[in-house]
């Protein structure tokens, strides 16, 4: 990337988007956005709006404080019957959530937003990911193994949690770990970064 292109900046702490970005090769930073998703959670909204919604408003807070960069924002929600499930914290409840998801299928909606002097680009992207039969001793034995406390759903594709699906229906496998990078290659292009 040339210097004379303007600073990447990911408005994010989670490490697995870190991880996904890093694999473009290009050069960015992480600043945490100033936005507390709880009080920004309007129940008003469907489970793609507040995806968006969550998205829009921590790129925007990046911006503000940085006019002139290019600032990745993006939002995750596991969602059934338009049931938004959270990160779980704890080992009973990702156990709690995986009951509920064993068996069905569910939806996982990642949506980003990226900002660039006053011009917006969003994505969303939907996976439908139909999870086996499990029973409960399959369950807790996966939770041990890949802690999932901090994952939307209480799953990780990129670890064990892949031996949980039985399908898995997406246009972008890396929108599943939090960042859809096919699509911001093209917004990163239509910004004058090139990548590769």
Request: aromatic share 4%; charged share 25%.
């Amino acid at each position: 990337m040339q210097a004379s292109l303007p600073r990447i900046i990911l408005a994010s702490t989670s490490r697995y988007r870190r991880q996904l970005v890093k694999r473009l090769g290009v050069p960015f930073d992480c600043v945490a956005p100033l936005v507390d998703e709880e009080l920004l959670k309007d129940p008003r909204l469907a489970p793609l709006e507040l995806a968006r919604h969550l998205a829009r408003a921590k790129a925007r807070s990046v911006a503000e404080l940085h006019p002139d960069a290019i600032v990745i924002g993006s939002d995750q929600l596991a969602v059934i019957d338009e049931q938004v499930l959270g990160k779980p914290g704890s080992r009973a409840r990702a156990i709690e959530q995986l009951t509920q998801l064993a068996g069905r299928a569910h939806r996982l909606i990642t949506a980003m937003s990226v900002w660039h002097r006053g011009v917006e680009h969003d994505h969303v992207d939907v996976t439908t990911l139909t999870m086996r039969d499990l029973t409960p001793v399959e369950l807790a034995r996966y939770v041990d193994a890949d802690e999932p406390f901090d994952c939307a759903g209480s799953y990780k594709l990129e670890a064990r949690g892949i031996a949980l699906f039985a399908s898995i229906e997406t246009a972008d496998h890396t929108a599943i770990t939090g960042l859809p990078l096919i699509a911001l290659v093209s917004m990163l292009r239509d910004f004058g970064v090139s990548v590769p």
